[in-house]
């Protein structure tokens, strides 16, 4: 039975602000089990790859013993960028679901737009705005406060 686990991964994206970091969380599971959940760490380990969506993927296929999750999903409160569509079709992982549009960043809807390629190893199944308006209140509020 399908159940969303983007409340979780904006909970993850809530506790990146608290660390004053770009509010962005993400969680990998299979079916209703949580795999692994992070919010964006990049000043905190000074990691421009400190992704929410590369650290709960490093998460999950660690656990696995793996680098491919095929039967696993990822909710993501933002369009991933393309470092992070890369991984996820690295990982072959089966659904994306997304919150809000990234026309800046984002590599799935824009940019670089990564699946679509045929360099592409895997695309995913993608599912775009999944409670988007959650996720770009969370951003507005934390880049209008840095203001
Ligand atoms: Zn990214």
């Known amino acids: 039975m399908f159940r969303s686990h983007m409340d979780r991964a904006l909970q993850e994206a809530r506790a990146a602000a608290a660390r004053g970091e770009v509010p962005v ?54 369009e991933p960028c393309a470092m992070c569509a890369a991984a996820i079709a690295g990982a072959r992982v089966a659904r994306l679901y997304y919150g809000a549009a990234d026309p800046k960043s984002g590599g799935v809807a824009h940019g670089a737009r990564v699946f679509s390629h045929p360099q592409s190893h895997h695309a995913p199944e993608v599912y775009d705005g999944i409670a988007a308006e959650a996720a770009a209140d969370l951003l507005r509020g934390f880049f209008s406060a840095r203001r």
């Open 25 to 78: 969380g993400a969680v990998v599971a299979r079916g209703a089990t949580v795999l692994a959940a992070a919010g964006n760490r990049t000043r905190e380990l000074s990691d421009p790859t400190a992704h929410a969506e590369m650290l709960a993927l490093r998460a999950a296929c660690a656990a696995a013993g793996s680098a491919r999750l095929p039967d696993a999903d990822l909710y993501v409160t933002l």
